[in-house]
Structures are given as structure tokens and as C-alpha cells.
């Protein structure tokens, strides 16, 4: 019988019948807790080693809507709709739950300090959800959309939209465990209401990674919110990304996939483990039963990125993959299913390009290229399209050995479409020189000068009319960084 590949309104009618998906860390790496489907419903799921594979915990609360695990070991929380919270002292083994307090919003999170846990920003707990001291949350608007916790002790964030604001949604942040809450940074999209919208906290302090699920976009910030980078775009139509969560080692990262349809028949679960900051993945399948679903998905890196040591604060772009010609790519297939033949287009011209599974592709002639990646199982296929994914650039007037310092500025969102915002970080001496911004032949375009700690560049030449897309350099101070231009 040829497999299916599912429309959106029998997904999202599948969905009705399971509680929220969710994945959390654990206090050790490797560890994780999430939630996902068993042979006779749904359940929590322990795994020690990054989701490869996972222990069954427990599969009769199925009134869990959320979880979150501490920083002590074995100890995990859930809540229910009713706003119950549970805790376990047992890893989350069957009958090992106690009910702990109530008034307890879905938005919880833990494992930060041992027998630490918040309910959303409204109130903490440092006895394990015994008792909960309240906050003023001074500042708040809006709806809440998500609410997360820093690794840095009293920082915290709340993702909000607004009645009437269709294109926005809204970063809240606080230093004060929640007291006081200042609108920090405005992400514009295409809608702010529609499918899985996540924060979750990465390794570092002020580390942050950002799912913005209706786009398929995962972006990341190092800077408390205050900037955000673009590291990935999933293909997102067929297989519903339930949740992601930040790891307890550098880079790392975890995609929650979900899938099922025929009331449970088929139902799959998958665990997308990247070290990298989602820029490539390995796909584990802990859980399968039925027929597998079929999800074409990939990303690339640069020849030289890929095999030299990587640091996503370095290297020229992040999700778009740009170098001087002959650029050598290399391309990362984590696609999902049972798949026996892969058919790669680097050009988007209608020709297969390669049938390898990673390949490497050699770009010789400069522009923009869009890559396809089409994925067969015998029964039937799939296929995703990055546009304008790969961009080759000749540099004619720019020193080719230029190697960068340590920045006194730095640029967010890089690429960028619309508007460009330059922070300086020594704004001291900002008025002591001026920003310049030229282009890959060494053509200044822009002059700037800075008259506090950050400036907006639209796009625009000093002539008044709009760049074109591509590479550009921006010089402050005698530092030179570069920047990406996009439609």
C-alpha cells in the first residue's frame, strides 16, 4: 500500500489526540526527557545516551501536558492541564509520581540549581514545588506565548505577541527573578500565531536558541537576546516538530520530531542531535511502530568550515553557506525514513547532481545557488527546496588573507533583508571614527557615523538607491567584519 504522506488538516487532526510533546535535559550529558506515543498511548521517556535510544518510564499519565527535569538526578516534573504539578523522584518510573502543588502554569522549567523550579515567570520554587515564592512581574503585556530561564541565576525571558500586532511577537527579559520584565528584543514574521514556538536555554550563559515553528526557522543568541543569528531551516510540512531543547555540552542541541496518523496505527518518534548549534544533525529513532513517515532534509557547510575546528562567532554566515570561488560545499542529509535512494540538484536546474548520501560539490562560477534534496523509499517520495541557500563571490579589491580581530562591534541579523543593526561595543570611542561599508571590490557605499552604542543600516548606497544582494564589509576602528545582503 503506498505510504502516506500527510496533508496538514489530517495531521493536525491526529494531533488533537495526544498532549504536548516536550523534551527536557537532564542534570548530565547525554541525558534527556521527552515525551512521545507507546503501543497503547503516549508516556514519558528516559534516554541516557542523546536519544539514540529511550526507556519507556511510564505511559499511563497520560494527563501529562509538560515537563521539565532539575538539576538532581532522577528528579522530574510534569503538570496537567488542570494546572497540577507532579514530581518524581525516580526518574519518572511508573508509580513513582507524587502530587506536589497546584496553580501551576504549563510553562515550567527546572535544572538549573537542584530543587530549583518556575512556574512560567508568576513564581519559583527552591524546595523541589513544595512551596513557591511569587513575582511581581512588573512590565509584562501581552499574551504568553513561552517563558524560559537563564543559566545565569535571576535572568529569565517571556515570549509574548500582542492583540493586533499580526507580524511581531515580543522577547521579554529579567534580572531579577521576574520582578521586573523589559521588552528586549521584536522578531518580525510572517504571522505571530500558528504552530510551535520555543525558547530553551543553551550551555552558556545568555545562550539562547529560538524555534519559530509556523517558519521552520531555528535562530540563536549569545548575547541575552539582544541578537539573534539565523542557523537552520527545517522542512517542516509533513512531520511536526514538537519541541526543542539546549544540551549540557557546547553547540549542542535537540529537535523533537513527531509523527502518526490512522489513530495511532503508525506513530514515530525521532530525535534530531546536533553538536554544532543545529546547523547539521544525527537522527536517532527511539521509538517506531508502523509505517515510517518520509521527510527530505539537509544543510551544508563550506569545505573549509566543515573540516577546520568551528566557531559559529567566526565563520562568515551561519545558515546561508557563502565563500569566494571555487567553493568547495559540503552537503549533511538527516532526512527522515526509510530510504533507499537520494537525489541531489545543486543548481536547482532539474539535473541530479549526485546519489551519494553527504556529498561534496564544487561551486566554480559565482551567484546564488538553490539546492534540492529528493528523497525515494520505494513507495513514494519527498523533496526540499533551500532557496538561494549557497552564494559564490569573487574577491577582486579586498586583501584575501584578511584575518579578523577581536570585533568592537557586531551586527545582528546576519544575513539580513530589511535593516541591519550595528551594536558597538566600545561606544566610548564611537565618536571618534566612522563606520564605512564597502563591497567586495573595495567600493565604499555607506559612510556612518555612530552618535551612540548601535546604529541601522537599511540597505541603502549613499546614492539613495537599494545594494544588491551580496557581500559586504563593514570597517570601524580599524576592525572589518563581513555582512550578507539577501532579497
Request: net charge negative.
Amino acid at each position: 500500500m503506498k505510504k502516506l504522506i500527510l496533508f496538514t488538516v489530517l495531521f493536525l487532526t491526529a494531533l488533537q489526540t495526544f498532549p504536548d510533546w516536550h523534551i527536557t535535559r537532564g542534570p548530565n550529558p547525554g541525558e534527556i526527557y521527552f515525551m512521545g506515543p507507546t503501543n497503547t498511548g503516549s508516556g514519558i521517556y528516559y534516554s541516557t545516551d542523546y536519544g539514540m535510544t529511550a526507556q519507556c518510564m511510564d505511559s499511563t499519565i497520560w494527563q501529562a501536558m509538560r515537563i521539565t527535569a532539575d538539576k538532581t538526578p532522577g528528579v522530574v516534573y510534569y503538570v496537567t492541564m488542570v494546572e497540577a504539578l507532579y514530581r518524581s523522584n525516580n526518574y519518572g518510573l511508573q508509580n513513582s509520581w507524587q502530587y506536589v502543588n497546584n496553580n501551576v502554569n504549563l510553562e515550567i522549567n527546572s535544572g538549573v540549581a537542584e530543587g530549583l523550579i518556575y512556574n512560567a515567570f508568576v513564581s519559583h520554587s527552591e524546595d523541589y514545588g513544595n512551596s513557591f515564592i511569587p513575582h511581581s512581574y512588573n512590565g509584562f503585556f501581552g499574551s504568553t506565548l513561552e517563558v524560559e530561564i537563564d543559566n545565569e541565576s535571576g535572568s529569565g525571558y517571556v515570549l509574548v505577541n500582542q492583540l493586533g500586532i499580526n507580524d511581531s511577537i515580543f522577547l521579554l527579559k529579567s534580572v531579577d527573578n521576574f520582578e521586573n520584565l523589559e521588552l528586549h528584543y521584536s522578531f518580525y514574521l510572517e504571522s505571530n500565531i500558528g504552530w510551535v514556538r520555543r525558547l530553551s536555554r543553551g550551555f552558556y550563559l545568555g545562550e539562547l536558541f529560538f524555534l519559530n515553528g509556523i517558519e521552520g526557522r531555528l535562530l540563536i543568541s549569545q548575547d541575552y537576546g539582544a541578537s539573534w543569528i539565523e542557523t537552520n531551516k527545517y522542512n517542516y510540512s509533513d512531520i511536526y516538530i514538537g519541541d526543542l531543547g539546549g544540551g549540557r555540552t557546547e553547540g549542542e542541541i535537540y529537535t523533537l520530531y513527531r509523527w502518526g496518523n490512522l489513530m495511532g496505527q503508525n506513530a514515530h518518534t525521532y530525535i534530531l542531535y546536533s553538536t554544532d548549534y543545529g546547523i547539521t544533525y544525527e537522527v536517532y529513532h527511539p521509538f517506531a511502530k508502523g509505517q515510517e513517515p518520509l521527510l527530505s532534509q539537509f544543510s551544508a557547510k563550506s569545505e573549509e568550515d566543515a573540516q577546520g575546528s568551528f566557531d559559529i562567532k567566526t565563520i562568515d554566515s551561519v545558515y546561508y553557506v557563502t565563500g569566494d570561488m571555487p567553493l568547495d560545499v559540503q552537503f549533511y542529509n538527516y532526512s527522515i525514513g526509510d530510504i533507499n535512494n537520494y537525489e541531489w540538484d545543486f543548481n536547482s536546474d532539474g539535473v541530479v547532481d549526485s546519489y551519494e548520501i553527504n556529498p561534496v560539490h564544487t561551486y566554480t562560477d559565482t551567484g546564488w545557488y538553490s539546492i534540492n534534496l529528493t528523497i525515494y523509499d520505494g513507495l513514494d517520495t519527498n523533496s526540499f527546496l533551500k532557496e538561494n541557500y549557497v552564494y559564490v563571490y569573487e574577491i577582486t579589491g579586498i586583501d584575501k588573507m584578511l584575518k579578523l580581530e577581536e570585533p568592537v562591534f557586531s551586527c545582528s541579523p546576519n544575513p539580513f533583508s530589511d535593516k541591519l543593526r550595528i551594536t558597538i561595543n566600545n561606544s566610548s570611542e564611537s565618536n571618534l571614527d566612522q563606520l564605512i561599508i564597502f563591497d567586495i571590490e573595495g567600493k565604499i557605499v555607506k559612510h556612518i557615523f555612530p552618535e551612540g552604542n548601535y546604529v541601522i543600516w537599511d540597505g541603502f548606497h549613499n546614492t539613495g538607491n537599494r545594494c544588491t544582494p551580496g557581500i559586504y564589509f563593514l570597517k570601524f576602528m580599524n576592525h572589518i567584519e563581513k555582512i550578507l545582503l539577501i532579497n
